[in-house]
Structure formats: structure tokens, C-alpha cells
Nanobody, 122 residues
């Protein structure tokens, strides 16, 4: 079982950037597809972006396409989410999750991190 830890969240002004990291404190991330999800207050958790185990396939939700980029460094056992041109509506708790198949469906992911807060506000 993977133990996933997200980091890199914080408070940023609109138009700013953050890079989130998802690291495995136990286990090897390289075997798994990784998804980033977010949950804003009062809303359901939604998919943001996902990446295949070897990094060869990446997907991004329409709401973040062109602004967010997912990548991974399997040698460092870490997956990243680079977030640029952040908007107030990006405010949410961001979670990473590991699964066998790259997918937007949360049910496909079997290990989840605790989340990191991203707040976009002036």
C-alpha cells in the first residue's frame, strides 16, 4: 500500500503559480498511474489531471487545460502538478491518488493522500 503525501499548497494571488508535489513515503510510485483531484468548499471532489505510470500519457480537465501541467520523476518517486495563472475558482484542497489505470474516475484509484490546501485570493 502506498502512503502518499502532498505538499506545495498555500496562498497565492490570482495569476500566480504553485507547484504541488505528490511523494510516496512508502512504496514505489513508478508502478502506478497518478491522478490529481480537488475539492472546493461545498462541492464534490473533481478530477484535475492524471498521468500514466511511465509519463507517456497525460490528461487535464478542460477547466485547467493550458494552465496546469502534470509531470513525474520516477527516480524521485514524485509526481508534480505545476499550476500557472491561478484563479480564485482554483481554490480547493488538492489530493493525489494512485491507481493501476490512468483515469478521471475516482473509483479507479486505491490510495489517496491527505490533501494540501490551495487558496487563490488577493
Amino acid at each position: 500500500q502506498l502512503q502518499l503525501v502532498e505538499s506545495g499548497g498555500g496562498l497565492v494571488q490570482p495569476g500566480g503559480s504553485l507547484r504541488l508535489s505528490c511523494a510516496a513515503s512508502t512504496g514505489t510510485l513508478a508502478y502506478y498511474a497518478i491522478g490529481w483531484f480537488r475539492q472546493a468548499p461545498g462541492k464534490e471532489r473533481e478530477a484535475v489531471s492524471c498521468i500514466s505510470s511511465n509519463g507517456g500519457a497525460t490528461y487535464a480537465a478542460d477547466s485547467v487545460k493550458g494552465r496546469f501541467a502534470i509531470s513525474r520523476d520516477n527516480a524521485k518517486n514524485t509526481v508534480y502538478l505545476q499550476m500557472n495563472n491561478l484563479k480564485p475558482e482554483d481554490t480547493a484542497v488538492y489530493y493525489c491518488a494512485a491507481g493501476w489505470t490512468v483515469s478521471y474516475f475516482q473509483a479507479e484509484y486505491h490510495d489517496w493522500g491527505q490533501g494540501t490546501q490551495v487558496t487563490v485570493s488577493s
